[in-house]
């Protein structure tokens, strides 16, 4: 098979793997227990806790281990909302956050919390000019993800922690898509606090933290002693290790970036060339490295990704969480295409795994399937 849904999830590692087996079958004692194994326990902890913060570019002190992304995003908007001042209980979100941020966002405007949605323009970009506008004396907190999981566009960050603070507000960033992928260092992003996941970069699923700038008022969500308070129950310990592993292996993100641009690119210019009905979203605009999320003239993605798994390929209508609906993506809404060209997103994302022999497989293969529903569908056209 060949899989390209690597921004829905990416395989673990070998090597994470290997590093978490021995602490599942050795390292299981509680890391609050006072005995031996406990105490062994804790260190373990403690070490992984070192090295993720050494990657992001953080301070211990500063990570949160959660269960994921979702957990952090959640944690991180209703922790420092409920520690803001009276006057200031307005949160503002992109309109194309991830959709279980977007729900999140609804269920606070449902408690009677003020919530603003800072737009995009058509390339997927945010509108830096509306998301100004938006910003004020009341607004507690910004909510913003790094980079966009369907498109793969990068959002602002720089820019929108400036406004952020400027209003005297805080900055949330859902990195989740963007660590692992580009480079990131927490102290240098701008952001207050910091969502990520670990199956996004190698690592196991389940396990992510929030990294929270140091001595910022913060009300815990999920109450018990670990985590100094912030977020209780006992730590997935084999998750952390698997995590740091996975943040370990990284090494030169950078270089890693330019690979995965690069077979992008022949990915798109093959299937340009191929089929001219393509049509590529955020082509022009900064985007991640492995991201494609394009649509064949106006073709059903159901009809291609039949096609796709006819081919042994794996690629997604979008985001995972949300595909198999036949709603068009919130993001493609929000960026004022048409429903009907949609409906027709295919999103490849290709990960450390994927090769050139990947590429070239699929540029040989799917045109030749394609090119005749086109040709129809052209005929058709009114
Ligand atoms: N935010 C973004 C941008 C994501 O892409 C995802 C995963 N699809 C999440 C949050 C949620 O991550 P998790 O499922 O690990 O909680």
Redesign the pocket.
Known sequence: MIYLDH??TTPPSPAVIAAMLPVLSSLWANTSSQHGPGQQAKRVLSTARATVARVLGCKPVEVIFTS????A?HMAVRGLLAASAPERKRVVFSSVE?A??LRLARALADAGIQVDLMPVQADGTLDLAAAASLMGPDVALVSL?AAN?ETGVLMPMADIAELAHAAGALLHV?A??HIGKLPFHFADSGADAV?L?A??FQGP?GI?ALLLRQGLPFVPQTLGSQERGRRGGTENLAGVVGMATALELLGDVGLEATRQTQLRDALENGLTRALPETHIWGRQVPRLPGTSYLRFGQLSVDVVLQRLERLGVAASSG???SSGGSEPSHVLTAMEVPADEALAAVRFSLGRTSTLADVNHLLQALPPMLAPLLHEERLTAP
């Open positions: 921004n829905a994921g992304a979702t957990e995003n991830h279980g941020q993800m999981n859902d989740t898509q969502s996941s199956h996004k699923k992510g985001a995972a969480c």
